[in-house]
């Protein structure tokens, strides 16, 4: 089998994985509408999540896999195997101790936590009910943080279905919590003032995280990982991890900590109120896409160039990111132009119930229109990311995430005072798909002028093809959405088959037209979908 072949059924597995997790992903977020609305209290409950929400995707989605995966795959090439797994070993505990020390912290210092957003104002969040749910969600940090690298030991041998799967299992145990059964003798024991679902559904996410720890300790047992305590810092494996974490936690991060940003001026007072939620759904709306196709392939490809890295395969590492870029704009660029043009009867059929009325529906696709031009962006950041991590540099990524952030600080403040009238709730939006470019570019012509070329013309010949389809499909799809009314319609089900019909219409023409010029992701995309073939060999080492 090629190393394509290799990447593709192994990203298979977790697109699989990763697409299942989405939908019980939109399920959670729609019973949070649903219950919560565009409320104070739904303001409330986010931003008493994002602190440890960015903390979980900043470590399940690469931080702690691009710092110890290389280094691990370098132990288990060139040493004995019961040295690696000490090394392991001592990782698993050595975190489990800073992520306690966090946990005990981010709880006793809620309200300082919280209190960090208020630079800009925010006047209709109820802080009170943000800081007791922020108390009740921040230990789920110690459980996300040691899932991930337990995730990160599973993907050194490419075994990918499982830890991609936690995830779903964590959303069902959030929806859970969301029916009045489980969250109403939960908000009933809180105190008077705090008795909201939202109090239900935070000690969910923290049940929700034990778990997705707890399901993966057999399969690392079975591996050979043993739990005995064993403590120690000075260990010169540990050393190395932790010298390649810190800057990767913030160079991965920033994307996420973009978010955060968000949230801050989501909070002015020259925001609408609701701003938080629908930049929250908007975003998860956008993560339907990007998190199946991006996160799959820059989850698969990175252990795949870490052991090209460690060989001296630059070549062939360089050609491993430009044949997953390719792929993962093959998708995200027609999603862009999809959910730009069908972002309101999106946003009307996923989440328009309950609390969540026709106001929030604005809101939310609004600030949905601009997240989804930074898409393709947004995917290419999480694609070359892993490359530089694979030859264990960090700075670099760190430098320009630093920039980047910066950027993007700049942008909330011009966009926001001097172009809030006409954004409305999407400053937040635009800035961060602006940095998104910037970020993506610099790294790219960085890593160029260290390593040679990495297929530009290729990419973007690709990228034309792509670019054409795309444009066909976009009027295709506008005249149907005007032809059939779809945003006036007001009987759910007609919108929902109207829209299913649009979106296969759409991509009918897309893959049609790609098949015509022969685009060459096309079959690529499609062993992509088919099923992993079980105990396929990845890199020497037993996938599955």
Request: aromatic letters at 12%; glycine letters at 8%; hydrophobic letters at 55%.
């Amino acid at each position: 089998m090629t190393e394509k072949g290799k990447i593709l059924k192994s990203a298979s597995v977790i697109a699989l994985a990763t697409v299942i997790s989405r939908i019980c992903g939109y399920l959670r977020d729609q019973r949070v509408a649903l219950l919560l609305g565009t409320s104070p209290a739904a303001d409330s409950f986010i931003l008493a999540f994002r602190i440890p929400n960015l903390i979980r995707r900043m470590t399940g989605e690469g931080a702690l896999g691009a710092s110890f995966i290389p280094v691990f795959v370098g132990y288990l090439r060139g040493k004995p195997q019961k040295e690696s797994w000490a090394f392991a070993q001592r990782t698993f505990w050595d975190l489990a101790v800073i992520l306690a020390v966090v946990a005990v912290l981010g709880s006793i210092f809620s309200k300082q936590i919280v209190g960090f957003f208020t630079v800009m104002g925010g006047s209709r969040v109820r802080w009170d009910l943000a800081i007791y749910l922020n108390r009740i969600i921040f230990p789920c940090v110690f459980f996300l943080g040691l899932a991930a690298l337990a995730a990160a030991i599973l993907n050194s041998f490419h075994r990918f279905g499982l830890p991609a799967s936690t995830s779903i299992f964590f959303n069902v145990v959030f929806i859970a919590f969301s029916f009045g059964v489980l969250y109403r003798p939960i908000m009933n024991w809180a105190p008077p003032a705090y008795r909201t679902p939202a109090v239900g559904l935070a000690v969910g996410i923290v049940v929700g995280a034990t778990l997705q720890l707890v399901m993966q300790l057999p399969a690392l047992a079975k591996l050979g990982m043993r739990f005995r305590p064993d403590v120690s810092f000075a260990d010169p494996g540990v050393k190395q991890v932790g010298k390649l974490m810190v800057p990767v936690f913030f160079g991965m991060g920033v994307f996420q900590v973009n978010f955060v940003v968000d949230t801050i001026f989501a909070l002015s007072s020259r925001m609408p109120e609701g701003s938080v939620m629908s930049l929250y759904v908007a975003d998860r709306v956008m993560e339907l896409v990007l998190g199946s196709y991006a996160i799959a392939l820059s989850t698969a490809i990175l252990p795949t160039m870490s052991h090209q890295a460690a060989e001296g395969k630059h070549d062939e590492m360089k050609q491993t990111f430009g044949f997953a870029l390719r792929v993962a704009s093959f998708i995200t660029i027609p999603a862009a132009v999809g959910l730009i043009l069908l972002r309101v009867p999106i946003t009307q059929v996923l989440f328009q119930h309950g609390e969540f009325m026709a106001r929030s529906t604005a809101l939310t696709a609004h600030a949905l229109l601009f997240y989804s031009l930074g898409l393709p962006a947004f995917a290419a950041i999480k694609l070359i990311t892993p490359m530089y991590y694979s030859t264990q540099d960090t700075v670099t990524p760190t430098k320009v995430g630093a920039y980047s952030l910066t950027l993007h600080v700049a942008l909330n403040f011009i966009l926001l005072f001097g172009f809030g009238r006409y954004l409305w709730n999407a400053s937040p939006a635009l800035a961060s798909t602006l940095a998104a470019y910037f970020n993506f570019g610099a790294l790219f012509v960085i890593f160029r002028g260290r390593y040679g070329r990495l297929g530009a013309s290729a990419i973007f010949n690709s990228l034309g093809k792509m670019a054409l389809c795309a444009v066909a499909m976009s009027v295709a799809c506008f005249a149907a959405v005007r032809y059939s009314h779809l945003v006036t319609l007001e009987h759910f089900l007609a919108k929902a088959a109207w829209l299913v019909g649009i979106i296969a219409l759409s991509s009918g023409i897309y893959f049609s037209l790609a098949w015509a010029l022969r685009c060459e992701e096309l079959p690529e995309l499609f062993l992509l979908l088919k099923r992993a073939e079980p105990n396929a060999a990845v890199g020497g080492l037993d996938a599955s």
